[in-house]
């Protein structure tokens, strides 16, 4: 079974500049989440998405940050302008629910973003 | 206060001995109990979920105290590749699970 892909694996940018990442989850999986760790923390929740509808975006950075899943499938995270800050490791997850029984979730390889 | 707390370490035992790991979460609605484990620059990934009445998976316990809202994780005759990070991760069915990972403990296992 392939796993979450993501893309890309590395990205440096200048502050200021735009930034965007791209999650495809597991096959068959409603649920898709984009996680910020930072050096040294446990990844934090930025986004949730049930199918293409936003569960929970109380952490994401709205006046900076926006997330999309259009299809209910791939996902894409973006972020405009970037902030010397927002330097971490982009996780994306994705996990089968039915219902309001939980499933495990499954994690990404990770985009790592360094902004100067 | 943060919502899932643990001791970041590092720990640094020898392969063979015992390593307990604790952390204690904030939300008494939380739901599910997981440990995650994450090798250095990769995804984390579940090594077990915890169960009130505890549980074992080979050299791996977990136990949940929910009158005290702490969890552990006690890994024994421990090997090399045990040295990662162990996140410790509560949820609450929130329409659909929500995660909130602790900032993990570093351990390393020396030869």
């Known amino acids: 079974e392939a796993g979450v892909a993501q893309s890309p694996r590395y990205k440096i940018i200048e502050k200021r500049q735009s930034v965007a990442f791209w999650c495809n989850p597991i096959?068959?999986?409603?649920?898709l989440y984009w996680y910020q760790q930072i050096l040294g923390q446990g990844p934090k929740l930025l986004i949730q998405?049930?199918?293409?509808?936003?569960?929970?975006d109380s952490q994401l950075p709205k006046d900076r940050f926006s997330a999309e899943r259009l299809k209910g499938v791939d996902s894409t995270l973006k972020i405009q302008p970037a902030k010397l800050e927002d330097s971490a490791v982009y996780l994306c997850a994705s996990s089968l629910e039915t219902g309001t029984i939980s499933r495990d979730q499954y994690f990404g390889p990770g985009t790592r973003l360094l902004v100067l | 206060r943060k919502e899932v707390e643990q001791d970041p370490g590092p720990f640094n035992v020898p392969e063979g001995a015992t390593v307990a790991f604790n952390c204690t979460y904030s939300?008494?609605?939380?739901?599910?109990f997981f440990w995650y484990r994450q090798d250095c620059r990769k995804e984390p990934k579940l090594l077990m979920s915890v169960y009130s009445s505890g549980n074992e998976d080979g050299r791996f316990t977990a136990q949940l105290n929910r009158a005290s809202q702490y969890i552990s994780l006690l890994i024994r005759d421990s090997k090399l590749s045990d040295s990662a990070t162990y996140l410790c991760v509560v949820s609450a069915i929130q329409g659909a699970q929500k995660l909130v990972f602790g900032q993990g403990t570093r351990l390393t296992i020396n030869p």
């Open positions: 096959s068959g999986h409603a649920t």
């Open positions: 939300n008494s609605a939380s739901q599910s």
């Open positions: 998405f049930q199918n293409n509808g936003v569960v929970d």
